[in-house]
């Protein structure tokens, strides 16, 4: 069997990187001219996730095709816990106002690909070709110190920083330190 190594895959699984709410497979996460993919893994039911909705909703009006200036970075929010089924996440976007795009990962291939262990946490990926290659992954900006401690506005905006150097071609800076929220609910093995 042949794998490719972590940080690099050029196709999903039969069933798809994940599924839409409408319970299609999601085949396809960069589409025509983007040259970022940016995954954001959430939960429903994590409050501090749920506070990086604006902040995600301003990233993707500045580097996604919403800006038609700048149609160079895909946004996608990514539910991997069991608990947030398409009705669940449907209802969340409704509430929160969430525009990008949105996909569920009920296999976890996603967070296994991108690392993920915590919601919030971010993953971006250079598109080349068919293939996607991971530059970043880690907490989306220092916000949180740790559970219960918050600063009034962030100070380092690791996430934005990453995007920003993928997009310019440049090194892409690492996280200054560890996500900060909820754990993300692995399937048994």
């Known amino acids: 069997m042949f794998l490719l190594p972590a940080s690099v895959w050029c196709s999903p699984t ?8 409408n319970g299609k497979p999601v085949a396809d ?7 970022v993919v940016v ?21 993707s009006k500045e580097f996604s095709g919403s800006n038609p200036a700048r149609p160079d970075a895909r ?8 608990g947030d089924t398409a009705a669940v996440v449907a209802r969340h976007r409704r ?11 009920p296999r976890q291939f996603l967070v296994k690909r991108a690392h993920a262990t915590t919601t919030p946490e971010a993953a971006v990926f ?4 068919a293939e996607l290659d991971e530059v970043y992954h880690g907490r ?10 918050e600063r009034p506005r962030a100070e380092r905006h690791d996430l934005e920083d990453a995007v920003r150097a993928a997009l310019a071609g440049k090194p892409v800076p690492q996280p200054g330190g560890p996500p900060v929220g909820c754990s993300i609910v692995f399937l048994q093995k």
């Not at 996460?29 to 040259?35: H, I, K, N, S, Y």
């Not at 946004?75 to 069991?82: A, D, E, G, L, R």
């Not at 900006?141 to 219960?148: A, E, H, V």
């Open 140 to 149: 989306i900006d220092d916000r949180y110190i740790s559970l219960g401690q």
């Open 14 to 21: 039969v069933a798809g990187f994940g599924i839409d709410l």
């Open 75 to 82: 946004i996608w929010w990514v539910f991997p816990n069991p």
């Open 29 to 35: 996460l960069a589409g025509p001219g983007t040259r």
């Open 126 to 129: 250079l598109v080349r070709g």
């Open 95 to 105: 509430e929160y106002n969430v525009r990008e795009d949105t996909l569920l990962d």
């Open 39 to 59: 995954l954001i893994f959430a939960a429903s039911d994590c409050p501090i996730s749920n506070r990086y909705v604006p902040g995600i909703a301003r990233l």
